[in-house]
C-alpha cells in the first residue's frame, strides 16, 4: 500500500527542506523527496546550496582569504610572516568537512521533525485518491519504483549551471560551479566566462591562491544589476587593486581542450581574440531544474524560460500543488526560497503566509563584499520617483581603519517626499552582516531619520550605516 502524507516537498535544498521542518512543525505529516549522493555516495540533504554551491563556496573564500592576508595584511600590524604556504588539499578537505556537518545537520532535523526523507528522483504522477484531491508521485531510486500520495506538494526542485552550447564541461577541465570548487591545485591561468555574482566569487577564490584570472563577459556593463557606484567601485577594486583581468562586451566563439588546457576565441570590439588558460569555469547563470518532474503529464504550466509559473503566494494552476525558490520567478537566492518555504508551508496550514520581494537582500560574497537591498539609483531615476542620497565611507571609519580594511562605503536612498528608505547598498568586507539592519528598516518602512536618530554602537561598523543616514538630510557628523 502506498505511503501517504499530508504533505510533499520535492527538493531538499534550502527552500525544500525549511519547508519541509516549517510544514512539520505546523503538525503536518511531512515527507521530502531528494536524489542528491555525494562524491561517497551516500544520500545528501541540502541540495546544490550546501553541497556545490553557497556552503562550500563560502568555505574556500574564507581560506583564501585568510591565507592573502597572512601574505599582505599581516605585516601592516607588525606581523611578518615567512614561508606561507597553502595546502590545496587540506583546504579542500575543510571545505568538505563543513559540507558533511551541515548535510547531516538537516538529517538530524528531519528526525528530530518526523520528516520522512523518500531518496530518489520524484515524478508528478497525476492526481490520487479522495476525488481527485489528492497527488500521486513516484519516486526512483537505486533500481526500485515507489508510489507515494499527498494532499499538498511543494515543489523546490531547484536550478542547475547553464552551460554554453558548444561548450562541454566535464567538471576537470571545463568546469561549472561543482569541478570549480574542488580543483586539485591551483591553475596557473584560470579562465572564467562570466564575470557575474558566482564567476566573480570563484575567480577571487583562486586569484587570491596564485592564479591569473582572465574573465570574458558578455554583457558591456558590470554588474548591472548592483547600482551604478556600487559597480564602479568594485571594478576599481577588483581590476585594479586585486589583477583581475575582466573583459566586458566579449562575445564568445570556439573553445578547444588540447592536452595542455583550453583555447576559447572570442570577439572583443570587433577584434578576434583568444584567451589560454590550464582551467576554465564557465559561469553563465542558472536555469530551473524541471527535468522528469513530469510536468506536461501533470498539466503543470511552466513558462518561456522552463519557470513553473506561480501567483504572488506561490501556488501554481494545479490545485494544492506550489513550487518555490530557484524554480520559480524572482531571485535565485537561497534565502528567498527559505521564506517561500515557510510562506507555503503556513498557508497549507491554513494560516496567513507572505513574503516581502521589497525586502530582498542580495549580497556578493567577494573581498570586499557587496551587498544590498531595494532599489538602485538608476531604477529610482527610470521611474520617475524623486529621491534623496547618503553616503559615506568606510575609510573615515575607526573600526574599519583598526580592521585594516576601510574599502567601500553605505550608500542609502531616500524618499524626496517621505523620507522613506527606498534601497541601502553596501561595499565593505562584511556588507553581508551590516545590510541586515537595512533590511529590518526597509520592513517597518523606517525612515532615513529613522535610523539618524537610533544610537549605533562607538566603534562599530554599524556607525557607517548611521552617517549614511544622517548624510540624506546632508548632517553627517564625521564628514
Known sequence: MAQSFDVIVIGAGPAGYISAIRAAQLGQKVACIESWKAPSGKGALGGTCLNVGCIPSKALLESSEQYEHVLHGLKDHGVAVTGATMDVAKMIARKDSIVTKMTGGIEYLFRKNKITWLKGHAKLAGPGGDAGSRWNIEVTGDGSVELVDARSVVIATGSKARHLPGIAVDNESICDNIGALAFKDVPKRLGVIGAGVIGLELGSVWRRLGAEVTMLEALPSFLAAADESVAKEAWKIFTKEQGLDI??????????????????????????????????????????????????????????????????????????????????????????????????????????????????????????????????????????????????????????????DARGFVKMLADAKTDEILGVHIVNTHASELIAEAVVAMEFKASSEDIARIVHAHPSLSEVMHEAALAVSKRALNM
Open 247 to 404: 573583459h566586458l562586451g566579449a562575445k564568445i566563439g570556439k573553445v578547444t581542450q588540447g592536452k595542455k588546457g583550453v583555447t576559447v576565441e572570442y570577439e572583443l570590439n570587433g577584434a578576434a581574440n583568444k584567451m589560454e588558460c590550464d582551467k576554465l569555469i564557465v559561469s553563465v547563470g542558472r536555469q530551473p531544474n524541471t527535468d522528469g518532474l513530469g510536468a506536461e503529464v501533470a498539466g503543470l504550466k511552466l513558462d518561456a524560460r522552463g519557470f513553473i509559473e506561480v501567483d504572488a503566494h506561490c501556488r501554481t494552476n494545479l490545485q494544492n500543488v506550489y513550487a518555490i525558490g530557484d524554480v520559480v520567478r524572482g531571485p535565485m537566492l537561497a534565502h528567498k526560497g527559505e521564506e517561500e518555504g515557510v510562506m507555503v508551508a503556513e498557508l497549507i496550514a491554513g494560516q496567513k503566509g507572505h513574503v516581502n520581494y521589497d525586502a530582498i537582500p542580495w549580497v556578493i560574497y567577494t573581498s570586499p563584499e557587496i551587498a544590498w537591498v531595494g532599489k538602485t539609483e538608476q531604477a529610482l531615476k527610470a521611474e520617475g520617483i524623486a529621491y534623496a542620497v547618503g553616503q559615506f565611507p568606510f575609510a573615515a571609519n575607526g573600526r574599519a581603519l583598526g580592521h585594516g
